[in-house]
């Protein structure tokens, strides 16, 4: 298993904010990817595999980041319902806008 930073976070692919792209695009990685270079990379190797997305930081961190540019503001909004929380997330992990990959590799 491998937990795997996505460069389709929404933070990058939809709301383009220049603070979080400075932060984002760092030396902390040396590579980024999304599930359509995890798949290219995976067939070209022939393992089996499972991408899965993850949405680690909540709503109230993309808020923050909108409002400040600054990150942290994780739970920051405790007005917001755990229902909303969790849809929002969900909407991210279904159209794969989320910040994180989950890569199963099988035998």
Do not use: V
Not at 18 to 31: D, L, M, Q, T, V
């Amino acid at each position: 298993m491998a937990e795997i930073p996505s460069c389709t976070d929404i933070l990058t692919s939809g709301y383009k904010i220049p603070a979080f792209e400075k932060f984002y695009w760092s030396i902390a990685h040396h590579y980024y990817y999304n599930p359509k270079s995890i798949k290219y990379i995976m067939d070209k190797l022939g393992y089996k595999y499972e991408i899965l997305p993850e949405q680690r930081y909540d709503l109230s961190n993309h808020i923050t980041w909108l409002m400040d540019g600054i990150p942290g503001g994780q739970g920051r909004f405790e007005f917001f319902s755990q229902a909303t929380l969790d849809s929002y997330n969900q909407d991210l992990k279904n159209a794969f806008k989320c910040d994180t990959m989950i890569l199963f590799i099988y035998k």
